[in-house]
Nanobody
Framework: EVHRVEDGGGSVQAGGSLLLTCRPP????????VGWYRQNPGTRCELVAE???????HYMDSVKGRFIISQETTRNAITLRMDNLRLDDTARYSC??????????????WGLGTQVTVSS
């Protein structure tokens, strides 16, 4: 059975919501930080949100107030709650250990990602 790391993506209308879940292949107990990244074809991989081991979070400016990243240690899962989605949120979303990945590798580090498509 293939371990699917990221799921929860889909097609929604602008203003809608999605909950993405990341289930890393290994325990993230000793991982300093985990991030959700996104990328569209031909564009760079960008960090959307990051949660650190102490619980502190960081967001890119365009998603502040709309997205929430959470780490659920009992399930070894990192979720990204996305509300009030906009057309420019359309991308393939991936999760990665943000202190170990670099550049484009962050968008295909653990899994293949999950596609989010926002339409008007």
């Amino acid at each position: 059975e293939v371990h699917r790391v990221e799921d929860g993506g889909g097609s929604v209308q602008a203003g809608g919501s999605l909950l993405l879940t990341c289930r890393p292949p290994d325990s993230t107990t000793n991982t300093p930080a985990v991030g959700w990244y996104r990328q569209n074809p031909g564009t760079r991989c960008e960090l959307v949100a990051e949660v650190q081991s102490d619980g502190s979070t960081h967001y890119m400016d365009s998603v502040k107030g709309r997205f929430i990243i959470s780490q659920e240690t009992t399930r070894n899962a990192i979720t990204l709650r996305m509300d009030n989605l906009r057309l420019d949120d359309t991308a393939r979303y991936s999760c990665a250990p943000s202190r170990r990945c670099y550049g484009g590798s962050c968008c295909n580090y653990w899994g293949l990602g999950t596609q989010v498509t926002v339409s008007s």
